[in-house]
């Protein structure tokens, strides 16, 4: 199996050498095509108003200074001399749940694998922010082998794509795997305002959540029940419960 893995942390990001084990550990054939920098929050956007650079780290490894959605497609259209069987994007340092996901760069790496029709998984591992100790990617990297190869033995379908989060604990600590929906949570960005040394303003965005109660079901409950949350997600975004309902509203 010829894997693709990517991110949004960044090409020297940990959570990236984590993925590259798991993706060993799954096909025969692993390429690496991740952002230069840093490029949390970014979403599914496009580098349009400037270059794409690339650069070489080794054979079938590759830095671009752009967005995932950027090294997705120079991956597939132009690094790669065939398409890959899976995409694989993470593993992000965070939890990537909830509304969070049309934030996440690391779940735009795994839409635009599915826009190019090539199975898709986002992965991400959960952590305590307020806390001082590292990610547990070990958590990640010691249950991602088994489950990439249950999903893809599954089969994913086309449009649609699989978002992986794995809890904040130890891989002893796990307590199984769960199938979720998409939960939902408050808007938790803020605007943090500053003065600089010129006296002029200047902002921070600012995150934090209100303590919800997860719903069960949900990617939440899944992670605060120290269960790895297992979410189908698909691109077309059609409410398609409002359709007859609107129509009659517009008179159509």
Request: glycine residues 10%; charged residues 20%.
């Amino acid at each position: 199996m010829r894997i693709l893995i990517t991110n949004d942390d960044g090409v020297a990001a940990p959570g990236l050498e984590c993925l590259r084990r798991i993706a060993e550990a799954v096909g025969d054939e692993v390429w690496l095509c991740a952002p230069e920098t840093d490029q949390s929050g970014l979403a599914h956007s496009l580098t349009l108003n400037d270059p794409l650079r690339v650069r070489a780290l080794g054979e079938r490894r590759f830095a671009v200074r752009g967005t995932p959605t950027d090294c997705v497609i120079m991956a597939v259209r132009q690094l790669m001399p065939e398409p890959p069987d899976l995409v694989l994007s993470g593993v992000n340092g965070g939890q990537n749940v909830s509304d969070d996901v049309t934030y996440s760069g690391t779940v735009a790496g795994a839409i635009e694998g599915t826009l190019l029709g090539i199975p898709s998984i986002a992965l991400s591992q959960a952590f305590d922010w307020n806390r001082t100790a590292d990610v547990p990617f070990e958590t990640a990297e010691a249950h991602g082998p088994g489950l990439v190869r249950s999903l893809v033995e599954a089969g994913i379908k086309p449009g649609t794509f699989v978002n992986v989060n794995f809890p904040d604990c130890s891989p002893e600590e796990v307590r199984g795997i769960e199938v979720t929906q998409q939960g939902g949570r408050s808007h938790g960005l803020h605007i943090d305002a500053r003065i600089d040394a010129r006296q002029r303003p200047y902002y921070w965005l600012t995150y934090g959540r209100a303590a919800l109660e997860p719903v069960p079901g949900t990617d939440m409950h899944a992670l605060a029940a120290r269960r790895i949350s297992v979410t189908p997600l698909r691109i077309d975004l059609t409410s398609t419960e409002d359709l007859v309902r609107l129509a009659g509203a517009v008179g159509r």
